[in-house]
C-alpha cells in the first residue's frame, strides 16, 4: 500500500491534500491511490447542492456545516466544483467567506473543484475526489455546483441527497428550470426568506410539486412535507415514497438550517429503509465507469491517431468536402482521403 | 439526393421541419441528410446567446429578431437549447412569449431542442440543428441556451458571434461565473436597465473588462467601446484585436437593440478581417469530430459488450471489490473476473 493511502486512513490531514491534489490531476500515483482507497469507500452519506447563481449555495451550506459542527460528531468535507473556473481560478470568493467561518476546524475539509477541460473530466475528478474523502472517513460529504446547467445537475444528483436551492425573486425565464431540476430534488430549499416574493415562489414549487407528486397533494396542502407526519395508514406508502419537503432557510440569521439538517437526516433513513440506497450506489458507479470508458476510449483513439491525419481530415471538413459523419468514418477506418 | 433535401434547399418550410425532426433523433435519414447539406452550409452567422437563468435572454432575443426583421432582409433561425427539459419537455414557456411576437413570420423559424440524454449529445444535436438552418439559407442562426452552467457556454462559445447577457441585481455569488463568461462574451449586454443595481453591474463588468484587456483600458475609460471609434493610429490593432462593447437594453421598451443588432453586425466584419472567422469556423468543426468520434466509439465498445459482462463488473464495483480503473481494465481486456 502507498505511504499517503496508509496515512490518509491513519486519518493524517497533510496526506490527504497530498492526495486530492494527484487524484484531481489524474497523475499515475493518483489513480493508484484511488485502486487502494477504493474498498475504503461507501460509508459517506454524499449530499448534493444544487441552484442558480445568486440563490445562495456557499452561505447556506457554510450554515449547515457550523450546524453540524455545533450539534454533531459528524467530520464533513465540502467539494466546491465551479466549471467556469479554467477562466479565472476558481471559486475565491465563496471560499473566502466559508474560510472565515470554518478555518481551524480539523472535522471540516473544503476543496474548491476547477474544470478539468472537459465536462466529462469534471464529473469523473469530481467522482473521484469524493472517494478520497469517503476513505478518509468522513460522515458527508457535500458536493455543491456553481451554475445551473445540466452539468452541474448531472453532478449533484449523483449524490444520495440532492439539494435543489431557490431563492424568490428570480425571474419568469427561471421557471423552466424550477421545473427540471425540481424531479431531482429530495429537498427543496427556499434560501433568502428575505427577498420580496417568497410567497410567490413557496407556491409555484408547492404547484409544481403537487403535479409531480399528485397521490400526496392531500399533505401539501396542509402544509405537510415530512413522510414522517404524514398520518397513520399512509406510513407504508411513506417507506417507499419521498416527496420532497420544502424549507426555507435564511443563511444570514441560520433560520431553517436546524429543520433541514433534519430533512437531510430523514432522507438518508428513507434512503436506507427504501432500498434507494443501493439504487443510487449502482446508479452512481455505472455513471463513473461509463464516463472511464469513454475517456479511455478517446485517449487511445487519439494517441493512435496521427496529428496530420486529423488535421487533414479537418481540413476538408472546413473546405466542407467531407461532412462531420464522413470524416469520422474516414478516421475511424485509417483510410487516406 | 434525397427529397426533403431538394425541398429544403428549394426554400420548403414543410421539408425543414420534418429534416430538424429527423436530425434531432439522429435517425438514418437525418445522418444522410446531414451528409448531402453539409457542402451547402458555412454560409450563416451563428450567434450564440448565454446568461444565467433570469437575465431576459428568451426576450432579448425576441426584440433583436423583430429588428431585424423590420429593418434589414435577414431570414433568422432561433435554436433554443434546454439541457432541462427531459425533465419537461421543453422551453415551452420562452416559446409561447415568442410565439406571440413572431408567429406567422416565415422569415423566422424557432426550434426548440431538448436534452439528447448526454451533454454531448446535445453540443452534438445543436451543431446538426445549425447546420440544417444554415443549409436552408438563413442568413443568421440565434443559438439560445438556457442555464448558465459549462455545457451552455461550450454550445453558445461554438458560435461566430457571442453574446453574454447581464441583469442588475444578481447575487454576489454570480461574479465567479461573471469573470468567467466574460472570458468567451464578444459582445457584453446588460438586460433589464430598469432593474435597481445598473451602475454596480456596469462597473463590475467594465473593471473585469480592464482586467482582461488592459491595452484597451484608456478607451473603455471614456467609454468607447467600440473599436471603430478608436482613435486613429489604432486602427490596424482594432483590426486584430476585439474588445468586447457593453451594450444596455431594455427588451420592454426595445432601448439599446439597434445598437446591439450594430454591435453584432461589426463583429462579423472584424472577424472577416481579422481571420478569426475561419479560426472559429476551424474551432467549431474540431469540437464537432471530436464528439462525434467519442460517441461513435462508445456506442460501438457498449454493442460489442455483453450486457451481463457490465452487470458483473458492476455489481464488483458496488460490492468494492474492484475499483472503477480495475473496472474499466477488466472490461476494456474483455477478461473474465
Redesign the interface.
Same mark, same amino acid.
Given at each position: 500500500m502507498m505511504i499517503l493511502v496508509k496515512d490518509l486512513l491513519a486519518g493524517n490531514r497533510l496526506a490527504l491534500s497530498r492526495l486530492l491534489t494527484q487524484v484531481e490531476n489524474d497523475t499515475p500515483d493518483g489513480?493508484s491511490a484511488?485502486?487502494?482507497?477504493?474498498?475504503?469507500?461507501?460509508k459517506a452519506h454524499l449530499v448534493g447542492v444544487t441552484g442558480?447563481?445568486?440563490?445562495?449555495?456557499?452561505s447556506l451550506v457554510n450554515q449547515l456545516v457550523l450546524h453540524y459542527r455545533k450539534h454533531t460528531k459528524k467530520n464533513i468535507a465540502i467539494i466546491a466544483v465551479?466549471?467556469?473556473?479554467?477562466?479565472?481560478g476558481?471559486?475565491?470568493?465563496?471560499d473566502r467567506v466559508r474560510m472565515r467561518d470554518l478555518a481551524g476546524d480539523s472535522g471540516v475539509f473544503i476543496r474548491s473543484m476547477a474544470?478539468r477541460g472537459t465536462?466529462g473530466g469534471?464529473a469523473h475528478a469530481t467522482?473521484a475526489i469524493t472517494q478520497v474523502f469517503d476513505a478518509a472517513g468522513f460522515d458527508m460529504v457535500i458536493i455543491e455546483t456553481?451554475?445551473?446547467?445540466?452539468?452541474?445537475?448531472?453532478i449533484a444528483r449523483l449524490a444520495h441527497t440532492t439539494l435543489v436551492v431557490e431563492?424568490p425573486g428570480?425571474?419568469?425565464? *427561471? +421557471?423552466?428550470?424550477k #421545473?427540471?431540476?425540481?424531479?431531482?430534488a429530495d429537498i427543496l430549499v427556499i434560501n433568502k426568506t428575505d427577498r420580496p416574493g417568497l410567497e410567490h415562489t413557496e407556491r409555484a414549487l408547492r404547484g409544481m410539486l403537487e403535479m409531480a407528486h399528485p397521490v400526496r397533494h392531500v399533505f401539501l396542502h396542509h402544509g405537510r412535507t415530512e413522510m414522517v407526519e404524514a398520518p397513520s395508514g399512509t406510513q407504508e406508502i411513506s417507506e417507499t415514497t419521498w416527496i420532497p419537503p420544502i424549507q426555507k432557510t435564511n443563511a444570514n440569521d441560520g433560520s431553517g438550517i436546524p429543520e433541514l439538517a433534519d430533512h437531510i437526516q430523514k432522507h438518508a433513513q428513507y434512503l436506507a429503509k427504501s432500498g434507494d440506497w443501493?439504487r443510487r450506489?449502482?446508479l452512481r458507479?455505472?455513471t463513473?465507469?461509463?464516463a472511464? *470508458? +469513454?475517456d479511455?476510449? #478517446?485517449d487511445r483513439?487519439r494517441t493512435s491517431l496521427p496529428e496530420e491525419k486529423f488535421d487533414q481530415?479537418?481540413t476538408e471538413?472546413?473546405e466542407?468536402?467531407?461532412?462531420?459523419?464522413?470524416?469520422?468514418k474516414a478516421?475511424?477506418n485509417g483510410r487516406q482521403h
Amino acid at each position: 500500500m502507498m505511504i499517503l493511502v496508509k496515512d490518509l486512513l491513519a486519518g493524517n490531514r497533510l496526506a490527504l491534500s497530498r492526495l486530492l491534489t494527484q487524484v484531481e490531476n489524474d497523475t499515475p500515483d493518483g489513480r493508484s491511490a484511488l485502486n487502494e482507497l477504493f474498498s475504503h469507500t461507501g460509508k459517506a452519506h454524499l449530499v448534493g447542492v444544487t441552484g442558480a447563481p445568486g440563490v445562495g449555495k456557499s452561505s447556506l451550506v457554510n450554515q449547515l456545516v457550523l450546524h453540524y459542527r455545533k450539534h454533531t460528531k459528524k467530520n464533513i468535507a465540502i467539494i466546491a466544483v465551479d466549471p467556469t473556473s479554467p477562466f479565472t481560478g476558481g471559486a475565491v470568493l465563496g471560499d473566502r467567506v466559508r474560510m472565515r467561518d470554518l478555518a481551524g476546524d480539523s472535522g471540516v475539509f473544503i476543496r474548491s473543484m476547477a474544470s478539468r477541460g472537459t465536462l466529462g473530466g469534471l464529473a469523473h475528478a469530481t467522482a473521484a475526489i469524493t472517494q478520497v474523502f469517503d476513505a478518509a472517513g468522513f460522515d458527508m460529504v457535500i458536493i455543491e455546483t456553481v451554475g445551473a446547467g445540466q452539468a452541474e445537475v448531472d453532478i449533484a444528483r449523483l449524490a444520495h441527497t440532492t439539494l435543489v436551492v431557490e431563492a424568490p425573486g428570480m425571474g419568469d425565464d *427561471i +421557471q423552466a428550470i424550477k #421545473a427540471g431540476i425540481l424531479e431531482i430534488a429530495d429537498i427543496l430549499v427556499i434560501n433568502k426568506t428575505d427577498r420580496p416574493g417568497l410567497e410567490h415562489t413557496e407556491r409555484a414549487l408547492r404547484g409544481m410539486l403537487e403535479m409531480a407528486h399528485p397521490v400526496r397533494h392531500v399533505f401539501l396542502h396542509h402544509g405537510r412535507t415530512e413522510m414522517v407526519e404524514a398520518p397513520s395508514g399512509t406510513q407504508e406508502i411513506s417507506e417507499t415514497t419521498w416527496i420532497p419537503p420544502i424549507q426555507k432557510t435564511n443563511a444570514n440569521d441560520g433560520s431553517g438550517i436546524p429543520e433541514l439538517a433534519d430533512h437531510i437526516q430523514k432522507h438518508a433513513q428513507y434512503l436506507a429503509k427504501s432500498g434507494d440506497w443501493e439504487r443510487r450506489e449502482r446508479l452512481r458507479l455505472e455513471t463513473e465507469l461509463d464516463a472511464l *470508458i +469513454q475517456d479511455t476510449l #478517446a485517449d487511445r483513439f487519439r494517441t493512435s491517431l496521427p496529428e496530420e491525419k486529423f488535421d487533414q481530415v479537418l481540413t476538408e471538413m472546413l473546405e466542407r468536402k467531407l461532412s462531420p459523419w464522413e470524416a469520422v468514418k474516414a478516421l475511424m477506418n485509417g483510410r487516406q482521403h
